[in-house]
């Protein structure tokens, strides 16, 4: 009796034929795909608003503060005290709700005394608060 030889040739035909039919069905479907459609954003309001600058509260060293207003590129700096900033403050909000306020020190200034400062604008509920921070020199 002779034994069989083992065939060790894989037969690729039924794998063609696979891929040949999802070519097909492929070719068929894609053209019925609609395209998907991108909404660019428009210019109107948008390119019309231009951000206003922040009010900027200066801590000096000595613990007094300045509030700067930069209109038309040039700053007025105004000495004020904690109630006159908050009143200040509510006051520019008040004419354009969306004004943010940031904070400045001099890097001599305790923290405390910035943290005071933060902590009143928001007990007053003095909107959009933050922290202004000069770039570390390379």
């Known amino acids: 009796m002779r034994q069989r030889k083992l065939m060790n040739q894989i037969n690729v035909v039924p794998y063609i ?7 097909v069905i492929f070719m068929v479907t894609a053209p019925m795909l609609n395209p998907a459609l991108v909404e660019l954003p428009s210019v109107g ?5 231009v951000p206003e600058a922040p009010l900027e509260v200066i801590v000096r060293r000595d613990g007094s503060m300045v509030l700067r ?6 700053p007025a700096d105004r000495d004020v005290d904690m109630r006159g900033l908050v009143e200040a403050v509510k006051t520019k909000q008040a004419q354009s709700p969306e004004r943010a306020v940031v904070i400045s020190a001099d890097k001599d200034v305790r923290y405390e ?5 933060m902590e009143e604008l928001q007990r007053q509920q003095v909107a959009r608060v933050g ?4 770039p570390a020199d390379r």
């Open 17 to 23: 034929d696979v891929m040949l039919v999802l070519l």
């Open 45 to 49: 309001k948008s390119a019309a608003q």
């Open 69 to 74: 207003e930069r209109t038309q590129g040039k």
């Open 113 to 117: 005394a910035v943290l005071k400062v």
């Open 131 to 134: 922290l202004m921070v000069k």
